[in-house]
């Protein structure tokens, strides 16, 4: 019975083999979800939820969609704040700080905690700047061309914009955008980066390059990413995380492990019907 | 009513009901009245030409340079209404100016920092009302206010501070407008990079809605320029022999001036008054044609 | 190439993060400062209030608010004073509802025909003509009133029974005005109704027309019921037509032949001579102004509510 069940795990992940991806250790843990409840309005749309994101490492969220990846992903970076109707309860421990404590300023928060989007938002405004903005207002003090630079190369993208630095961001592809939005979150050098679904609205090329990227960035950086595509989860991630609804239809957790582990020996039914494609 | 089938002729049970006039004469009807809509939107713009076509019929031999050029007299031949024109630029600058600062702080406050609520509710239903107040009322105001109370006088600045309330709420509707235009993404990518709120409106919804805003401005600003009411009463005048030179001098406007030389009885300032009419509505003409024209530019070229 | 964390303020992850916002007392200053620009807005309703009451209250001290509602006779500018402001109330209403008469049909049928039934290159030429007689001065529509419709077109239709200045050429001239108004609010409401209904009703074999005048327009009525009370509203405060064409004499008939004054009429005819401020004239001025405010208040007030309260209807 196992057995079958680990051969059909493996063949809903197939065409991709899983990531060289190392252990982590869970003590060694940027950010500690504890409990969280998100509450749009009386409506519950999250209970319940305890992460621990490893450092250095990606971490995955997966799920059906409706069942709250991307609202928990929002409030690790407060930007659940932006929604007047959400309520936030529970905790988000990152490097030993509340973060959703009122003494908290969520503007600072977002510095320390990066995010790209699903559909890619470059400003209006030129390459050089789009990077070199959210630097600046965050008081950067230093050669800003060596930065800009040097973000560029991190995403991945200097090669392709280095002589039109000048020209806008909204001028490129959408996976070129995607990239830029990525050397955007990294010019206030944050040390996690949240990334919502960012290539689902790209080609499978530069979804390709994408994750390639995130694989390269993640010996600097902590990130998590909420995805769809369960391919994408196993070839990306270290640790993934499932979630599902409830019966109440509120988000919650339902198990969370190394990803090799989860696709190939998933310890709750729910997440084995979601891998093999029975359900989501 | 039978019906033929394989399984043969049966009688339908059906009663006959009794449709409608066939459909051709309903269609008739159709088209026919499709034609008295039309004609009521056309008629419409026959007015608009009628209008025209009489203004031009009274003041085109009156529409010389020197009625640009000359100042008031009391022969029509030799009057002009220069001052009136420079009054006129005086007070929408003025009103202008007011109403954009004081405008856009509203319109930015009530999108971007307005808690959703009761006092947000308030304040919209507010600027609503004002909106409708007829322009006769802020005139009282402003003479209650600036004139008398203020005791500024009749003079140019307590006209276009009644002008700069009384567009004001043009202003801010319209920059609300344009400032809810800009896509919540701008936004989003703007606070994810740690930006405070200050930053994100000053840094990217104010240059993204800053083409709806101008527009905005502009038509406001021209509705100010062609209203008289408010200006009788506060109390622009309507003789004046020289141009202004300071928000404290006496001062005049070109719907003033118009409405003079309406009431005169001669015949000839009514035709004067036809040539100014045109002025004016040539100064209006190329206003709102400014406003569409940036409204295309700055549209088109965001990046 | 792995990432150096340089120059940013406690950049590095290990060191202390300090979360608790520096930047907030500057943010915080802003927010006041826009906040006192909104809450500027309720000052001026606030001033148009208080002003209008003032010196309406000094106004009704010497003349009492009875007299002044129901009296019959304004002659505020003669040697002997009557204050009864029903005259001017009559000028007003008559004004309006031969505007509105011209107006709310043809304003209407505009709307239905360029929502409904107008190719796009139509509407591209008549919604354009639409706003820009919606943008003409009002004392131009005044002017149209005064040298043309009353000498060329009303005098040789009644002769010597018409006046020079009378009601009917100003609220011919005032239709005109609003007409535009009308249909763009009345086109709004038209368009707001949902296609799917309109399919509904094609799809049953209803022709253009019928499904025009008996699904769509009614389902759009409350907004067109908004706005006929918002061009009304607009008729009754609208000044300088009747200040040029339809006179200063406070009349006590119903006829629209004759000259008559409206209140707006008559806050500006005040003008003419020289006001002393403080005077009984200066205050009946605020008297007036006082009751049109309260009229065209309520009537937008009224318009906003109706749009709200039917448009949950067929949501």
């Not at chain 1, 503007?107 to 938002?121: L, S, T």
């Not at chain 2, 002009?80 to 702080?105: D, H, K, P, T």
């Not at chain 2, 036809?274 to 004016?280: D, E, G, N, S």
């Not at chain 3, 009557?82 to 043809?106: D, N």
Request: hydrophobic share 50%.
């Amino acid at each position: 019975m196992a057995t079958e069940v680990q051969q059909r795990s493996r063949s809903a992940a197939s065409a991709s083999h899983f990531k060289d991806s190392d252990e982590f250790d869970v003590e060694d843990s940027v950010i500690n979800i504890r409990d969280l409840d998100v509450y749009y309005g009386d409506f519950q749309a999250v209970a319940g939820v305890t992460i621990d994101v490893p450092r250095n490492r990606i971490t995955a969220f997966i799920g059906p969609s409706g069942c709250g990846k991307s609202t928990v992903l929002r409030c690790i970076n407060r930007m659940s704040d932006l929604v007047p109707s959400a309520r936030v309860e529970g905790s988000i421990m990152y490097f030993g700080t509340e973060i959703l404590s009122p003494k908290v300023d969520p503007v600072e928060v977002r510095r320390h905690i990066g995010m790209v989007f699903q559909k890619p938002n470059p400003f209006p405004k030129s390459i050089y700047e789009n990077v070199a903005w959210g630097a600046r207002i965050n008081g950067f003090k230093g050669n800003m061309d060596e930065h800009v630079e040097r973000c560029l190369r991190q995403a991945a993208l200097w090669d392709e914009v280095k002589d039109k630095l000048k020209e806008s961001g909204m001028a490129l592809s959408g996976g070129q955008q995607q990239r830029l939005c990525i050397a955007r979150a990294l010019a206030t050098e944050p040390d996690v980066i949240l990334l919502d679904e960012p290539a689902s609205a790209l080609d499978p090329i530069s979804t390709l390059k994408i994750e390639e990227l995130l694989r390269e960035l993640e010996r600097s950086y902590t990130i998590v990413i909420v995805t769809h595509n369960m391919q994408q989860a196993a070839r990306v991630s270290d640790q993934t995380v499932f979630f599902s609804l409830s019966e109440q239809r509120q988000g919650i957790l339902v198990e969370a492990g190394p990803t090799q582990q989860i696709f190939t020996n998933p310890g709750d039914p729910r997440t084995e019907d979601y891998i093999t494609g029975r359900f989501g | 009513m039978s019906a033929n089938s394989e399984l043969g002729t049966t009688q339908s049970t059906v009663t006959q009901h009794h449709w409608r006039p066939r459909i051709s004469s309903r269609n008739r009807a159709s088209k026919g009245f499709s034609l008295v809509f039309m004609g009521a939107t056309l008629s419409a713009v026959l007015l608009l030409v009628l209008l025209f076509g009489v203004l031009l019929v009274r003041g085109w031999d009156w529409l010389t340079l020197d009625l640009i050029l000359n100042q008031y007299s009391r022969h029509p031949e030799e009057s002009g209404f220069q001052a009136a024109i420079f009054g006129s630029i005086w007070l929408v600058a003025g009103a202008g100016v007011m109403s954009f600062v004081m405008g856009v702080g509203t319109a930015i406050f009530l999108e971007e920092y307005a808690p959703r609520g009761g006092v947000t509710d308030f304040l919209q239903t507010n600027i609503s009302n004002l909106s409708g107040v007829p322009s006769v009322v802020y005139g009282l105001l402003g003479l209650a206010l600036f004139v008398e109370m203020l005791s500024l006088g009749r003079v140019l600045l307590a006209g276009a501070l009644t002008m700069g309330l009384l567009i004001l709420p043009i202003v801010i509707i319209a920059s609300q407008e344009a400032i809810r235009n800009v896509p919540l993404g701008l936004r989003q990518a703007a606070y994810s990079v740690g930006a405070t709120r200050w930053q994100v409106v000053w840094h990217h919804v104010l240059p993204a809605a800053i083409p709806g805003i101008l527009t905005g401005t502009i038509l406001a600003v021209s509705r100010a320029i062609g209203e008289t009411a408010p200006l009788i009463v506060v109390g622009a005048s309507a003789v004046v022999f020289t141009n202004p030179s300071g928000f404290f001098d006496h001062y005049t406007a070109m719907p003033m001036q118009i409405y003079q030389w309406t009431k005169q009885p001669q015949s000839e300032f009514k035709d004067l008054a036809a040539a100014a009419i045109i002025v004016l509505m040539v100064v209006l003409l190329t206003m709102n044609g400014i406003a569409i024209y940036l409204r295309q530019k700055l549209g088109k070229d965001r990046w | 190439m792995a990432a150096e964390r340089v120059s940013m303020p406690g950049g590095n992850g290990r060191a202390p993060i300090d979360l608790s916002g520096k930047r907030n007392t500057g943010e915080r200053v802003i927010g006041v400062v826009l906040f006192l620009f909104a809450a500027f807005s309720v000052l001026v309703t606030l001033g148009i209030v208080l002003v209008l009451l003032f010196e309406a209250i000094t106004f009704f001290r010497v003349v009492p608010v009875t007299d002044f509602l129901f009296g019959n006779e304004w002659s505020a500018l003669f040697m002997e004073k009557q204050w009864g402001v029903l005259p001017l109330v009559r000028g007003t209403l008559m004004t309006t509802f031969i505007a509105m008469v011209l107006a709310v049909p043809l304003g209407l049928m505009s709307a239905i025909y360029l929502s409904e039934y107008a190719k796009p290159s139509a509407r591209s030429v008549l919604k354009p003509a639409l706003e820009l007689l919606a943008g003409v001065p009002t004392i131009v529509y005044g002017y149209f009133a005064l040298t043309f419709i009353s000498p060329e077109l009303l005098k040789p239709l009644f002769g010597s029974e018409i006046q020079v200045l009378n009601g009917l050429a100003a609220g011919i001239a005032m239709g005109i005005m609003i007409l535009p108004l009308m249909a763009s609010l009345s086109e709004d409401a038209i368009r707001s109704v949902p296609g799917s209904l309109r399919e509904a009703a094609y799809a049953l074999g209803a022709t253009k027309f019928e499904t025009s005048t008996r699904v769509v327009v009614p389902a759009a009525v409350s907004g067109i019921i908004a706005a006929f009370i918002l061009s009304m509203s607009r008729a009754i405060g609208e000044t300088m037509i009747v200040a040029l064409a339809s006179g200063a004499r406070p009349v006590a008939g119903w006829s629209p032949l004759d000259g008559m004054q409206t209140m707006t009429g008559y806050i500006v005819a005040v003008f003419t001579g020289d006001v002393v401020y403080g005077s009984i004239e200066f205050q009946s001025l605020f008297a007036v102004g006082l009751l049109l405010f309260l009229m065209t208040l309520s009537m937008n007030v009224l318009s906003q509510w109706v749009a709200r309260r039917f448009r949950k209807e067929y949501q």
